[in-house]
């Protein structure tokens, strides 16, 4: 006699809310102005499987109801709260806390470190996710804080990368617009570097609005690259200010 035995399925089975499917049948889900609901609903299933990962499988199907609320009824969506104060408070316990501009000393100086490289002489290349989070130094060594985003392809064909300016995943929107090729990186490629002083910092403009307006204010983004304008020809005196100690064993 032959017995075959049926596997187990997982308690919370993530397939079954079919979020995927949803999205490509359903038209509320593919209105553009539902998209930061997708977005949602995609962070939510991630979640749930975090949940299941951890063996949590009760919190996992429970989330699960949720997300299948929402795909029945995406009007659900717009009941979310409009106090835009209670939503920052909760966005900012969300932070790691750090401390801030210039409190913290880099590992710059260590044996056989070697120079730091420019971003255009990389070989690979950088990826997306190693830029995005990444923390960003001054010349003299200390946190500016970390990459939030990157801007591609202007129309005039200039590259940034907007970096927090309060210091490493510290809470706020304050943030330096620095043209991509200002940066320089380390061997390990663990931290990026501007050609100026922790000083120097404090003078260059906030990004003046979060929407990315400042993209077409020819004025704005002019006065904004003149500061870093040469300073990646000015490599080679930053990487004098960071001599390498040579291990003379």
């Given at each position: 006699m032959c017995v075959f035995s049926t596997p187990v399925l997982a308690a919370c089975n993530i397939s079954d809310a079919k979020l995927e499917e949803a999205i490509l049948q359903k038209p509320e889900l593919r209105d553009p102005d539902n998209r930061y609901l997708v977005l949602d609903l995609r962070t939510l299933r991630d979640a749930a499987?975090?949940?299941?990962t951890y063996g949590l499988e009760d919190d996992?199907?429970?989330?699960?109801g949720n997300i299948r609320e929402l795909i029945a009824a995406p009007s659900l969506g717009e009941r979310g709260t409009t106090d835009e104060d209670a939503v920052d408070q909760q966005q900012a316990a969300g932070e790691p806390l750090q401390q801030r501009l210039g409190k913290v000393k880099g590992s710059r100086g260590t044996l056989n470190e070697g120079p730091l490289v420019p971003i255009s002489a990389l070989d690979p290349g950088l990826l997306v996710n190693e830029i995005v989070g990444a923390e960003v130094r001054t010349s003299d060594d200390h946190i500016v804080g970390e990459v939030r985003n990157v801007v591609i392809g202007t129309k005039d064909q200039k590259d940034y990368v907007i970096?927090?300016?309060?210091?490493?995943?510290?809470?706020?929107?304050d943030s330096l617009v620095v043209p991509l090729l200002s940066l320089v990186i380390d061997r390990a490629r663990t931290s990026f570097f501007l050609p100026i002083s922790s000083v120097q910092v404090k003078s260059v403009p906030l990004m003046p609005d979060q929407d990315y307006?400042?993209?077409?204010?020819?004025?704005w983004r002019a006065k904004n690259d003149a500061i870093?304008?040469?300073?990646?020809?000015?490599?080679t005196r930053l990487e004098q200010n960071f001599k390498p100690i040579v291990d003379r064993k």
């Open positions: 499987f975090l949940l299941w996992c199907e429970r989330l699960l970096v927090a300016s309060g210091g490493f995943f510290v809470p706020g929107k307006l400042w993209l077409d204010d020819e004025a870093f304008q040469g300073l990646v020809s000015k490599t």
